[in-house]
Every structure is written in structure tokens, then in C-alpha cells.
């Protein structure tokens, strides 16, 4: 069905859609209307979950894991300190391999307060084991939930994902989205099935303790897990598309007029939607510009980045977290896998710093002098 | 089309944030794409808010705040002895006040700009100054951005739980519908 609704919303539906029976959640800017939301439908019947009001997001985390070990499909949502309060069971979930989901309304940390956009919550946390998907619209949102659930609880994953979705410039706008029918998405999503589960009449131990003989041997098999979910994430894609219409790049990255670009912006999130507006004004004047749009920062597609950056000339790539001492982290990360690629890196809306469609062409300006000229876009 | 943006600004509490969002469902009633969001600030009752609509016929880009929009809805007057409502305008842009003194009266001398009472038809028909959406009828009228039917069943729908309200700002948006045609 065809409406106008909030990002919000649209992420509250995706795990109604997904047909999610436990919520332990705790409200914080700018996440909270995903709660609310969910609050509704569970009050109003259209949903067959229950919402734990939990006292803090750490409870929030740790409830996922009861949870999930007793079969539910789980969800959460949360934002900024609320994240870094969860932080402590992050690893825990990834390292028992338990499927949660969770969408992050990405917002600064404080200090100071601050409760506008950037990446610096959920980047800080790219090596917790959490595939981590970074979202531009609303439509992707509702479509990437479903999707999420179908890449966790993959035979050959086993690892829990975020959708991240900019806190304010995306979770607070009303626009147009296609809500899939629930029958396209049960068949799209079966069922969770869990056979290891927590049971009165069989008890098992679970989380134990790893000790130097095993820890290092969980460890490669949590990364085989991630290196197995960039096909798991292109199929889920694949798939997806094949039933609603909607895809998104190979589901790792997408390409926007990269055919025959020379010079093109890297970014994760809605700033990729003001790039691409402010390509296809470049275009139009014929200069050849594009934009790459990582979808999926972990696990991190090389292949297809190293394939998306063959043509290019120079590449701009706009972190909106700053690892304080060191550089971008998606700037660094980029120029480990493209030695022989001339790559500029900016900082970029940090604390909800607006980045405009001006910022864009003097990136691109950039690019096409070859003189980077600001590095931070204040 | 081009891309319309159009900029709200009120008081907190006035509803604003909702004006911006009935007029992005109204625009999807009449097939097109939208954008409707708000600038948040620090939010007290009564301080000065920002909230903008983006209006197109195919998916909407960009995603930075409206800097140049088409269109400002000025829903307090009394904002414009803090706050420059002119800002950026576009040279062609229209500037619609909710008043009962003319545009050079309220020192918009120079740019396109109509004034029109929506608090008396709001106070007439709802019985309170309920601005928000009332506004819409008479930007309905002036621009031709949006069907006056749109706008009925975007009101319906986002007031569908609020009982008599619904109908109560359809009424005050046809008056003022009616009243703003003239002034095109």
C-alpha cells in the first residue's frame, strides 16, 4: 500500500511485517517514535509481541539474549549514549550468535550533549560483530528490517544486524513509502526456528566461558560468519527484488551514475541522497560524477568497492565520525583497499552539522582540480 | 516540475510540524512525491519552529534542510520581529502571513508577499486559533501546489482519532480556500 509515513514508522512496520514477538526497548532521542510505534500496534492488536519496558538500554541488550534463546524473533531500537549503554553486550550477542535486530536512529555522543546526527554511535562499534547496514530513505528502512531478519538468521551467518537510519534527518521525515503486503513478506520470511533453545525439561548452558584453547576459534568462525553474509546479503537482495519490485545496489553498495564517472563521492546514509541530487545537477552540465553508496559498512564489501573504484579518477569519501587522533574511519578503511586510487577525505555533519548540497560541488570541485581544499565540511 | 520546497514558521505549539506533514500526505493524494520534516531545535511551547515540505513529481534526492524554498507560510507575525522569514528566498518566491495588515504593513515592502486573517476564519469556524492546517486552504489557493481535495482527505486521515476536528479544519480551509482564490 502506498502512503506517506515517518522513517520511524516505517521501521516500527518492518518488524511488525517481520512478524517480531519480543521487544525489549528503551526510549531515547531521536529512536523513540519506533517504540511508540510499536507500543500502538501491539496495543491495538495488530501485532502479536510483547514490548519489555526494560530500565535501561544494557537491560534492553541483555533481554535479547533471554529472549532469543527462547525462540522469539527480537527487536530493538536505540540511539547515541543509549547505544553506549548497550555497548557491553553487543560482542556478547554477536559472540553467542544470536540473530537480533536492531535499528540504531544514529546521533552524536556526547560530549557535549548533543542529540542531532552523525555516525559516531554505531561506527564506534563496527568490530562488535554486528553487520551494520546504513540506510537512505524510509522505503529502505521498512524493506531492510525485513531483509535483516532474513541475513541473521542464515544458516551460514548466525550474527545479529543494525539498520541505521540518521537520527532526525531520516527517523523525523514523512515521505512516500510502499508497504509490502504481509502475506509477500511471510513468504519472503519464513518463520524463526531455533533448535538450541532455553528449556525447563532440557537445560543447557549457554555463553560459557571460552578459554585460550577455543576463544581464538569462536573468533574465526564469528568472521567467517561475516565474510559468508556479503553473498547471504547480495541474495537477500536479489530475492527481495524479485518479489517487491525494490532493490538496493547489490545490497552491499550502490551505484549512482558510476557507468562512466571519473569522479565520485563515497558515504553511507541520507548525505548520499544530496549527493546524488547534486550529481545529477553536475551531470546535466556534463561532468562526469557519481556517488558510491555503502550500504553495507560491515561486512565491508572490498570486492565490489574495488570494482565500483576501477574507473575512477579520484574519490571523495565523507565520514560523518571522526576516530579522534587518527582520521575517518571509512576514509582509512578505503584507502587500505585502494592503494593506486588518489582519495580525498572529509569530515562531515557531525552533531547534526547540515551537509548541503554547496558542501557536495565543492567536494566535487575538489575532485576535479585534484586540490582538496577543506577537509572539514563545516 | 521542478523541485518546490516550502518553509513553515510558527510557534511551538502551533502545530507547524503537523502543517508540513498534512500538506506532504495532500501532495501524495495528488500522485506526487514528498518531503516533510522539521528543524529541530531545542522545543519549549512558543519558540520560534521551522518545519518544510518538499514537493516533486518523482523521488526526492536531496536530504539537507531547505535553504532557498518557493514558498514561506508565516503562521505568527509577531515572529518576524525575531526571526527572518525572508532568508534565502528565491527572487519569484511567494510569502504568505497570516495577518490582518498588509505585506508593506508588516515591512515585506519589495517581495511577493500576501497577507490573509486565518485567525479570524480559524476563531469563526473552529472556535479556537487553530492556524495550522487552515493555512493550507488558502496556500491551496495561491499556489495550485495542491488540490483542495487532496488536502480534505489528507486532514481525514491525519485527524481520523480527533472526532469533530477533522471537519472542523476542512471547513476553515474552504473559507479560506475561497477567500485566497482572488488573491492568486
Not at chain 1, 537510519?165 to 509477500?184: A, C, M, R, W, Y
Not at chain 1, 575532485?367 to 577543506?374: C, D, P, S, V, Y
Amino acid at each position: 500500500m502506498k502512503t506517506v509515513i515517518e522513517a520511524s514508522e516505517a521501521v516500527a512496520l518492518g518488524a511488525k511485517l517481520s512478524r517480531v514477538k519480543v521487544c525489549p526497548m528503551y526510549p531515547i532521542t531521536p529512536s523513540t517514535h519506533i517504540p511508540e510505534r510499536i507500543s500502538d500496534y501491539i496495543f491495538d492488536g495488530e501485532m502479536d509481541a510483547e514490548m519489555i519496558h526494560v530500565e535501561s538500554e544494557h537491560s534492553a541488550a541483555s533481554a535479547l539474549i533471554g529472549s532469543i534463546l527462547t525462540g522469539a524473533r527480537s527487536f530493538t531500537a536505540t540511539s547515541s549514549n543509549g547505544f553506549e549503554l548497550m555497548y557491553e553486550i553487543l560482542p556478547i550477542l554477536s559472540g553467542m550468535r544470536l540473530p537480533a535486530v536492531m535499528a540504531v536512529a544514529n546521533r552524536a555522543v556526547a560530549g557535549p550533549i548533543n542529540i542531532w546526527n552523525d555516525h559516531s554511535d554505531a561506527v564506534s562499534a563496527r568490530d562488535q560483530g554486528w553487520v551494520q547496514f546504513y540506510v537512505e530513505s524510509s522505503q529502505e528502512c521498512i524493506d531492510t528490517i525485513i531483509q535483516c531478519y532474513k541475513i541473521a538468521e542464515d544458516k551460514n551467518v548466525q550474527m545479529p544486524v543494525m539498520m541505521c537510519l540518521d537520527g532526525f534527518s531520516l527517523t523525523h521525515v514523512f515521505e512516500n513509502v510502499d508497504i509490502p503486503e504481509q502475506k509477500q513478506v511471510d513468504s519472503f520470511l519464513p518463520p524463526f526456528k531455533r533448535e538450541d533453545i532455553l528449556d525447563v525439561k532440557n537445560p543447557k548452558t549457554f555463553g560459557p566461558i571460552g578459554l585460550p584453547d577455543s576463544f581464538m576459534n569462536f573468533k574465526k568462525q564469528q568472521q567467517d560468519a561475516m565474510i559468508n553474509a556479503i553473498d547471504v546479503i547480495k541474495k537477500a537482495n536479489l530475492d527481495y527484488k524479485k518479489l517487491f519490485g525494490r532493490g538496493y545496489g547489490d545490497g552491499l553498495i550502490e551505484l549512482y551514475k558510476m557507468d562512466d564517472a571519473e569522479y565520485a563521492i563515497l558515504a553511507m546514509g541520507t548525505i548520499c541522497g544530496t549527493a546524488k541530487a547534486k550529481a545529477e545537477e553536475l551531470r546535466a552540465k556534463g561532468k562526469k560524477v557519481g556517488v558510491i553508496r555503502l550500504r553495507s559498512y560491515r561486512p565491508f564489501p572490498v570486492e565490489a568497492l574495488k570494482k565500483a573504484f576501477k574507473k575512477l579518477t579520484r574519490l571523495a569519501v565523507l565520514d560523518r565520525h571522526i576516530s579522534l587522533g587518527s582520521d575517518g574511519p571509512l576514509f582509512t578503511e578505503i584507502n587500505a583497499i585502494a592503494p593506486g586510487l588518489d582519495v580525498f577525505g572529509y569530515i562531515a555533519g557531525l552533531g547534526g552539522r547540515d551537509v548541503t548540497l554547496d558542501h557536495m560541488e565543492s567536494v566535487y570541485l575538489d575532485l576535479e582540480t585534484g586540490k582538496q581544499k577543506r577537509e572539514w565540511l563545516m | 516540475m521542478v523541485l518546490k520546497e516550502v518553509r513553515f514558521h510558527g510557534r511551538g505549539g502551533q502545530g507547524a510540524v503537523t502543517s508540513s506533514q498534512v500538506l506532504a500526505i495532500a501532495a501524495f493524494h495528488d500522485g506526487k512525491f514528498t518531503q516533510a520534516f522539521p528543524n529541530f531545535g531545542v522545543e519549549r511551547t512558543g519558540a520560534p519552529v521551522e518545519s518544510y515540505t518538499r514537493i516533486d513529481d518523482k523521488h526526492i534526492n536531496v536530504r539537507s534542510h531547505v535553504y532557498s524554498p518557493a514558498y514561506v507560510i508565516v503562521l505568527d507575525p509577531s515572529l518576524m520581529a525575531n526571526v527572518d522569514v525572508t532568508k534565502g528566498l528565491k527572487k519569484d518566491a511567494l510569502i504568505i502571513v497570516n495577518s490582518n495588515k498588509t505585506p508593506s504593513e508588516l515591512g515585506l515592502k519589495g517581495f511577493d508577499a500576501k497577507s490573509i486573517d486565518i485567525t479570524k476564519v480559524a476563531l469563526e469556524v473552529i472556535g479556537k486559533p487553530f492556524v495550522n492546517i487552515a493555512a493550507l486552504g488558502a496556500f491551496a489557493a495561491m499556489t495550485g501546489e495542491v488540490s483542495i481535495e487532496a488536502l480534505n482527505k489528507a486532514i481525514d486521515e491525519r485527524f481520523a482519532e480527533k472526532g469533530k476536528i477533522a471537519g472542523l479544519n476542512k471547513e476553515a480551509c474552504r473559507v479560506l480556500y475561497e477567500k485566497a482564490k482572488g488573491m492568486k
